[in-house]
């Protein structure tokens, strides 16, 4: 797995120790520590200038801010998952925090297991909040969905974080190439490698908000962006040629008329 397809985490932490100790584990475990700071001044400039797709953040911290306050400056900038990793548990602490809509509040000690566990339920409950719901449909949900939320297709702007092996991976969805479908499996391609997931076409289809998915083939849809040629029966990608239905090759056309 390469750089970019990791979960970037910024660690607050003023302890040396234990923030070597913490960055160390993390990145045994796959995961993409980009930065760390004992302030939140510090924080808040490595959020500014690195892609962060988590913060974890103790709350007693060296300067004029504590981690909740560092927070707060945080996610006005952008919102992101955050995760408080403290020893302080009295009631007015936890009452501030709360204020920030943590994702999960980790006592210290921590155990590695517990870190693991909370950081992707952060990840999957954040872009969970945040995806948009398709406008037909209905916000209750249905089976289809439910498979969506244990498969863990999950999208923020522009990358999707797809679960393989037990790890969420990074995905530029300006990387998809095309998807091809079997049956309830569907298969990734992108520009270095493929994905395949227990979902049908149409699921991903509505789980992802990217227009620049067209589908052309009950079981094909491609980035219209990457299209080098196309006939009346076939879009080419690359060396790869994919079936061009007639049923929905007024709106693959569409796509061109109106770029």
């Given amino acids: 797995m390469n750089a970019d397809e990791r979960v970037k985490i910024l660690i607050v932490e003023d302890e040396p120790i234990l923030a070597m100790e913490l960055s160390d584990s993390l990145e045994e475990e796959g995961y993409d520590v980009v930065g760390t700071a004992n302030n939140g ?7 500014k200038r690195q892609p962060v797709d988590l913060l974890l953040c103790d709350i007693t911290i060296k300067g004029d801010w504590d981690g909740i306050q560092t927070v707060q400056h945080i996610t ?5 998952p955050v ?3 403290t020893a ?8 501030r925090a709360k204020q920030t809509y943590p994702a999960a509040y980790v ?16 990840i999957h409950n954040f872009t969970a909040r945040t995806a948009p719901i398709p406008a037909n449909q209905p916000s ?3 089976t289809e969905r439910d498979a969506l939320g244990r498969e863990a297709i999950l ?9 393989q092996n037990y790890q969420f991976v990074k995905v530029n969805l300006s990387d998809l190439l095309y998807l091809e479908a079997d049956n309830i499996y569907t298969t990734l391609f992108t520009t270095s490698r493929k994905y395949v997931l227990r979902l049908t ?14 589908r052309i083939h009950r079981s094909y849809a491609v980035n219209i962006n990457k299209v080098d040629s196309f006939n009346e029966a076939e879009v080419g990608i690359g060396s790869q040629l994919i079936p061009l239905s007639r049923s929905y090759k007024d709106d693959f056309l569409r796509h061109f008329l109106h770029r």
């Fill in 107 to 122: 006592n210290k000690p921590y155990q590695l297991h517990s870190l693991r566990t909370a950081i992707e339920l952060a």
């Fill in 41 to 47: 001044r510090k924080a808040l400039d490595l959020f």
């Fill in 140 to 142: 209750t949900g249905s």
């Fill in 201 to 214: 076409l149409s699921g991903i289809l509505e789980r992802i908000n990217q227009p620049e998915l067209v």
């Fill in 76 to 80: 006005t900038e952008r919102p992101v």
């Fill in 88 to 95: 302080l548990t009295d009631r007015e602490t936890l009452e």
């Fill in 155 to 163: 999208q923020i702007n522009d990358y999707l974080f797809i679960k």
């Fill in 83 to 85: 995760i408080y990793l």
